[in-house]
């Protein structure tokens, strides 16, 4: 059974930074893609961004391009999602997902990811 365990988020200031972890464990993947969504209320859930353990590929949503950095953490199956410049459209609860073998017109697709952590919340006030 694979568990996720996040860790980070909190509530910040307008232009502050925020880092959030992210560990899977519970089985072996061939093509770990891991990494986050969110979701504000009354909002559907959004990509944020994905990081591709074979290859090292990085993908972001839009919204968050040039703010946020995905990296490997040096735990095995960690993900940091390091959160530069929040502003408070980023208010959100923002969720680890994890899948293998994301086709890569899925990769933005929630759909796409089989697990999902338990959310934490990020709140940015202006």
């Known amino acids: 059974q694979v568990q996720l365990v996040e860790s980070g988020g909190g509530s910040v200031q307008a232009g502050d930074s925020l880092r959030l972890s992210c560990t899977a464990s519970g089985r072996t993947f061939n093509n770990l893609h891991m990494g986050w969504f969110r979701q504000a209320p009354g909002k559907e859930r959004e990509f944020v961004s994905v990081?591709?353990?074979?290859?090292?590929?990085?993908y972001y949503g839009d919204s968050v391009k040039g703010r946020f950095t995905i990296s490997r953490g040096g735990a095995k199956n960690t993900v940091d999602l390091q959160m530069n410049n929040l502003k408070p459209e980023d208010s959100a609860v923002y969720y680890c997902?994890?899948?293998?073998?994301?086709?890569?017109?899925?990769?933005?697709?929630?759909?796409?990811?089989?697990?999902w952590g338990q959310g934490t919340q990020v709140t940015v006030s202006s």
């Open positions: 990081f591709r353990w074979n290859g090292n590929r990085i």
């Open positions: 997902a994890v899948g293998d073998g994301v086709i890569l017109s899925q990769i933005r697709a929630k759909s796409a990811y089989n697990y």
